[in-house]
């Protein structure tokens, strides 16, 4: 009996994937421009969604790597299920400063902005195991620097506020 194969990876992503990928940048501008162009009254609320966004994607981005491990079967290194859990064991753990009122959110926001950028190297290995789509990086390239940069910026704009 031989053993099932994991399915092929498709060559590129489909159009569905790359908008809606890109248009995944929109709240985390919108929290930047509500911060810049709004007063003391928003900053609470911008700063706990662009915190909440930034937190969800990056635990997101783990299903992604634990949906891409799964279809690369026995052929999945371990390394790839460790790395699609610790997105959320981080995004926790930056919540914690700011949950137990020990620090404003900025220094969380910059630690989860940091860490969103970084995780462009999981999705390099990723690929160099061959479990990736193609396109994958012409997506995840963008989004990860976009969404890592504008969370930085948030992060940095709550450090000016009072």
Known sequence: MTQPTAPEVPPTLPFAARALGLAGLIPQGLVVAALVTGG????FAALSL?????????????????GLAAMGGTRTPTWAWVAAVVPSLLALASACPWATGGTWPGPSLIFLGLAIAVSLLVDLRLRAAGLTPGGWLALRVPL???????????????????
């Open 50 to 66: 662009g915190y909440a966004y930034a937190a969800l994607i990056f635990s997101f981005l783990g299903g992604l790597w634990w």
């Open 144 to 162: 990860s620097l976009g969404l890592g940069g504008l969370t930085v910026a948030v992060g940095l704009l709550s450090l000016l506020m009072p």
């Open 40 to 43: 003391a009254d928003v900053w």
